[in-house]
């Protein structure tokens, strides 16, 4: 990241923005705000149909407004598409502290429950459309999962 003068002011703004479907992690825990650059806040949704990117555009920028950014911007870029491997150490620990299953770059999900990786996808929508709904084969316990991209 680039030094500007109030970026690290902006992002501890940002660091206590929840994410409206995991409010257990902020916007910045799972990556989605990418920097802050030319007086903007650049954000990448999550997932291109997820209804819940325009509320995390007004929480944002209500945020800013009130911590007396209001001249900041902000940009949304779509390109390059958001990852899951964007998301934080931290913010996985959140997740996974939460009962979601962190993503990972392995096929399979790990039981957030029993961390078994005997796992099946039952659901491609989850409780929200950015997640899909697995179950554990040895607990039985079903869970939610980010999709992977
Ligand atoms: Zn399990």
Redesign the pocket.
């Known amino acids: 990241m680039t030094a500007k003068p109030d970026e690290a002011a902006i992002m501890a703004v940002l660091a206590n923005v929840p994410d409206p479907e995991i409010p257990a992690v902020s916007v910045v825990d799972l990556g989605i705000v990418r920097g802050v650059s030319g007086g903007k806040v650049q954000i990448t949704p999550t997932y291109s149909g997820c209804p819940a990117t325009r509320y995390i555009e007004e929480s944002i920028r209500e945020a800013l407004d009130q911590a007396g950014f209001a001249s900041i911007g902000i940009e949304t870029l779509l390109a390059p598409a958001w990852t899951t491997e964007w998301i934080s150490s931290e913010g996985k620990a959140k997740l996974a502290a939460y009962g979601i299953a962190p993503p990972d770059l392995a096929r399979t999900a790990k039981?957030p429950?029993?961390?078994?990786t005997e796992t099946e996808e039952v659901s491609r929508f989850g409780s929200t459309p950015c997640k899909a709904q697995w179950r554990?084969l040895?607990?039985l316990?079903p869970f939610d999962r980010f999709k992977c991209h």
Do not use: F, N, P, T
Not at 113 to 116: D, H, K, L, P, V
């Open positions: 039981c429950q029993c961390g078994s554990c040895a607990c316990e």
